[in-house]
């Protein structure tokens, strides 16, 4: 069964500070790799990885996917208090004849709360 | 701001009520999702639409009845629910089979709560 597990739970800090997010995996046919930031509402997608060692960017946050040791991290640089929330990732499980359902396999998540 | 719009946003239902959760996106998608989220856990997937054909179903319980009316809507039907039921239902959709963009996009769900 595929299965996706993050670390730490949960983690506090303070604004400014840099945090690192780990999501390790092991999926079947792996294809691609989600993460997720949800605050009280639905999952907003962050970024998806399908190649090992190609890092990709967004303002503070980043990600880097390493396919030959099964994991991902989430870097968030200078955090903000509007940081906090909980960042999920998780991987597509293949459907039938090879197609990539929205079946995802989720992690358990980590809260992440930023004090000022 | 998400393409994928849900409603109701909030729900309360009696366990002897019948009421809908629908869901709209126009970003040309194919196959479309109902998730089901508990506080403090990861989304449950429960159904997925591909070409407004069921093609997954999570052994859900009847009384969860999903319907792909067209390919930018999705409905689920709620019938005799039970009071854990109670939860985040999200709705979610994507381009279907296996691209390098195959990203999965999710409304901002209806939280319903069965009294």
């Known amino acids: 069964e595929d299965k996706v597990v993050q670390s730490p739970l949960s983690l506090v800090v303070h604004e400014g500070d840099t945090v690192t997010l780990n999501c390790s995996y092991e999926?079947?046919?792996?294809?691609?790799l989600l993460w997720y930031k949800q605050e009280k509402k639905a999952p907003t997608f962050l970024f998806m990885l399908?190649?090992?060692?190609i890092e990709k960017k967004s303002g503070r946050l980043s990600s880097i996917l390493d396919k030959k040791e099964l994991f991902s991290i989430l870097n968030i640089t200078a955090t903000q208090t509007g940081d906090s929330a909980v960042y999920l990732c998780?991987?597509?499980?293949?459907?039938?004849?090879?197609?990539?359902?929205?079946?995802?396999?989720f992690g358990q998540g980590t809260i992440l709360t930023v004090h000022p | 701001d998400t393409e994928v719009t849900q409603t109701p946003k909030h729900l309360v239902m009696g366990m002897t009520n019948k009421k809908s959760l629908k869901c709209e996106q126009h970003?040309?998608?194919?196959?479309m999702y109902w998730y089901k989220q508990k506080a403090k856990k990861p989304p449950e997937l429960m159904f997925v639409?591909?070409?407004?054909?069921?093609?997954i179903n999570e052994s859900v319980p009847s009384r969860f009845s999903p319907e792909c009316p067209n390919s930018s809507l999705l409905n689920l039907h709620l019938h005799a629910l039970q009071p854990e039921d109670s939860a985040l239902y999200l709705c979610?959709?994507?381009?279907?089979?296996?691209?390098?963009?195959?990203?999965?996009?999710f409304g901002e769900g209806s939280w319903l709560t069965v009294v």
């Open positions: 979610a959709s994507s381009q279907p089979g296996l691209r390098s963009g195959n990203t999965i996009y």
């Open positions: 399908t190649s090992s060692g």
């Open positions: 970003m040309g998608h194919r196959a």
């Open positions: 998780a991987a597509p499980r293949l459907g039938a004849g090879g197609t990539s359902y929205g079946k995802l396999t």
């Open positions: 999926v079947t046919n792996f294809r691609s």
């Open positions: 639409y591909s070409y407004e054909k069921l093609s």
